[in-house]
């Protein structure tokens, strides 16, 4: 359990670093199995900035959002729960609030589907109309999309911010990077095409 909330960790300052999670925002897991044998996940905490994180404010709990340990998890626990179960494949989540996803997010404008996304059968990338965060109602939404294609890898959530998901947090990560840098290129590009 040690190594899965290390992984979280350096994971978590990873993405702060980036500029991904500004603040206290944002939130990253891990599935694993347990001593027990049970799934697990390890989750960031409620309101603690991901860049000043340790291993001992690590959250775990089950797979119905039940605490196991005093630290209180992200107020998003249940999104994530309901992601690994409509998605044994999904094994790290990874929700930022990134600048320029997030913009296009509170636009009425698409991220477009670049090449690195894998094969580009759709235009843009997946969204989902606002829902308040931290609700239930947001969780089984995320859930549901997540669930209607096993080739979906990232969800913009609108007016909130965006999900990317992988086998593993290296996957998740590098494409929570991708899908900013995307944004980023997008807008420079109507800016220049504007003048």
Request: charged letters at 25%.
């Amino acid at each position: 359990m040690e190594n899965v909330k290390k992984l979280i960790v350096d994971y978590s300052k990873k993405v702060y670093n980036q500029e991904l999670t500004p603040g206290k925002s944002g939130n990253i897991s891990i599935k694993f199995t347990g001593e027990n044998g049970k799934e697990l996940i390890a989750i960031t905490p409620t309101l603690l900035s991901l860049g000043t994180l340790k291993e001992d404010d690590v959250a775990i709990v089950d797979m119905n959002g039940n605490t196991i340990g005093e630290n209180k998890p992200s107020s998003e626990v249940y999104m994530h729960c309901y992601i690994y179960k409509k998605r044994e494949d999904i094994k790290a989540i990874v929700h930022t609030h990134s600048p320029y996803a997030t913009g296009f997010a509170h636009s009425h404008k698409k991220i477009k589907r670049y090449e690195g996304f894998g094969p580009i059968n759709i235009p843009y990338l997946s969204e989902i109309e606002y829902i308040k965060p931290g609700t239930d109602e947001l969780a089984k939404s995320v859930g549901e999309a997540f669930s209607k294609s096993k080739n979906m890898d990232v969800l913009i959530l609108k007016e909130h911010g965006i999900i990317t998901t992988g086998l593993n947090l290296d996957e998740a990560t590098d494409l929570a990077e991708f899908v900013e840098y995307s944004a980023k290129t997008q807008f420079i590009t109507n800016m220049l095409n504007s003048i």
